[in-house]
């Protein structure tokens, strides 16, 4: 089945900077979608991004489809930031989603 | 914005219990899912719906997991006989006809006892 590898795994950053958050995957797609779970757990659409560029607010996100990657921008971070980062893609013929490992924020004040 | 809603956020059940848990999707949407959680691991896809059948399940969806859509505006999903190592965020999802974006409810957090 398809292959989703994110990076990093972890990111410690003070708040106001900036950060790029990368998600790889091994076959071609018509979805990507990237969450925001925060401390309760709770799941939070962030992008609906099978291509192209995409922003909202202080987040943005680029897919480069032919190169099978993603990349989600946050920028001046606040605490509230702070969860794991996830994306997911469509297994192949199929419409289940397949999420990554995450990428855990750490946004100290 | 419509939203997809969960009930009940947290549930604590003893172990060989019946649970069912609720979702309502957004109004217009007619395709359904359920994904879980288990603590500290990746978000794993459990079922999809359409049309008042199952189309796909994995193999973590055996026969202690059915779902259901009761009316116009719930999707269930019942587990039989709980056991502890279903102790995880249970996910509801929907999306419209179209359109592949998947909505993603906040999740219940269920614990066996």
């Known amino acids: 089945g398809i292959q989703v590898e994110q990076s990093p795994p972890d990111l410690i950053l003070q708040e106001g900077a900036n950060s790029t958050l990368r998600c790889n995957f091994s076959d071609s797609v018509n979805n990507l979608q990237w969450f925001h779970q925060n401390p309760w757990g709770q799941l939070i659409n962030l992008f609906y991004i099978p291509s192209g560029t995409k922003q909202n607010g202080r987040l943005s996100a680029t897919t480069v489809a032919t190169e099978r990657y993603s990349l989600l921008y946050i920028s001046s971070s606040q605490t509230t930031d702070s969860g794991v980062y996830f994306c997911?893609?469509?297994?192949?013929?199929?419409?289940?989603?397949?999420f990554g490992k995450g990428t855990k924020l750490t946004v100290n004040p | 914005e419509p939203e997809v809603t969960q009930t009940p956020s947290h549930q604590v059940t003893q172990m060989g219990q019946e649970v069912i848990l609720r979702c309502v999707p957004i109004s217009n949407h007619l395709y359904f899912y359920w994904y879980r959680q288990i603590l500290g691991q990746k978000v794993e896809f459990l079922v999809s719906f359409y049309n008042n059948e199952i189309s796909e399940k994995s193999e973590i969806f055996d026969d202690q997991f059915s779902v259901e859509r009761p009316d116009g505006s719930n999707f269930t999903l019942k587990i039989r006989s709980t056991k502890l190592e279903d102790s995880a965020m249970y996910f509801c999802?929907?999306?419209?006809?179209?359109?592949?974006?998947?909505?993603f409810g906040p999740g219940t957090r269920l614990t066996v006892t």
């Open positions: 997911a893609v469509p297994q192949g013929g199929s419409e289940k989603l397949v």
């Open positions: 999802a929907s999306r419209a006809t179209g359109v592949y974006e998947q909505y």
